[in-house]
């Protein structure tokens, strides 16, 4: 932040990524899931320049664990994607990862009652799937494998009052790991019939979604052929996904409420 206090134009986003995409998304978008979320984001903010509103860079936090932001007036925002990885898991990469967002929630002051965390205007921290359940981890949240089966494709999540205040429709359109209830302070924004925490937030802090934004139908489709080839999903599964992949979904729209989160002094 500048020293009036107000956020940096073009904000500065680091995208840690936990994975990297099958090739052909890889292809197609370029640099690993920093191009996938470009992609995004430049859809969000268009007809701006992307580069006008946004600045981001990518850290690869499996293949180089010591590659971080600083979060001494590095960034304004962190964002940790999605990854095929469990979010549970004991690798030194996961818990340098953990280690990271609890610090980079740190940096923020906390919700009333909450101690710990210092008194300034810090890092937010944006989490995508095994994003939005590292985060849930780094403030103590239960994170283990579902018993009620993957979701896949284009999914209906009912959202929470605070939701439809956010994301301003009843519904979204947009995993078998999921987070356990939510951390202190943390207000839920949607729910389906298989995830009772589909995202939460903590204002001035932290916001999460289970769901992938960044797809998009060509990703979908990929991801379905590649897991339906490998047995991890079923016929019907696949099929079931792949029926669905074509319908309305609203990954823009939340990154729009991403970017406006990042953007917001308090």
Do not use: Y
């Given at each position: 932040m500048d020293p009036a206090g107000q956020r940096r134009v073009p904000l500065r986003l680091a995208v840690l990524q936990a994975d990297t995409p099958l090739p052909g998304i890889d292809a197609r978008y370029g640099g690993g899931y920093l191009g996938v979320f470009r992609h995004l984001f430049a859809r969000a903010v268009a007809p701006a320049p992307l580069d006008s509103v946004l600045s981001l860079t990518g850290y690869d936090v499996v293949g180089d664990p010591d590659s971080y932001p600083s979060l001494e007036d590095g960034v304004d925002a962190v964002l940790i994607t999605g990854s095929k990885h469990s979010a549970f898991g004991d690798d030194a990469w996961i818990k340098a990862l953990v280690e990271f967002t609890r610090k980079a929630l740190l940096t923020t002051s906390p919700p009333e009652g909450e101690k710990g965390a210092t008194t300034k205007k810090g890092v937010r921290v944006v989490g995508v799937c095994f994003g939005h359940q590292i985060v849930a981890r780094a403030l103590g949240t239960m994170v283990a494998r579902s018993d009620r089966g993957w979701e896949v494709s284009?999914?209906?999540?009912?959202?929470?009052?605070?939701?439809?205040?956010?994301?301003?429709?009843?519904?979204?359109?947009?995993h078998?790991?999921?987070?356990?209830?939510?951390?202190?302070?943390?207000?839920?924004?949607?729910?389906?019939?298989?995830?009772?925490?589909?995202?939460?937030?903590?204002?001035?802090?932290?916001?999460?979604v289970q769901g992938h934004p960044e797809f998009t139908e060509d990703m979908i489709r990929e991801i379905l052929e590649a897991r339906h080839a490998t047995g991890l999903f079923s016929d019907e599964l696949f099929q079931s996904g792949m029926d669905r992949k074509g319908n309305e979904q609203d990954g823009v729209l939340m990154a729009r409420v991403f970017l406006k989160f990042i953007q917001q002094q308090e």
């Open positions: 284009v999914t209906e999540t009912r959202l929470t009052e605070k939701g439809k205040e956010l994301f301003g429709k009843d519904t979204l359109q947009m078998r790991d999921q987070a356990f209830g939510l951390p202190a302070g943390a207000e839920l924004l949607a729910e389906s019939d298989k995830c009772a925490n589909h995202g939460f937030v903590m204002p001035g802090r932290a916001i999460t």
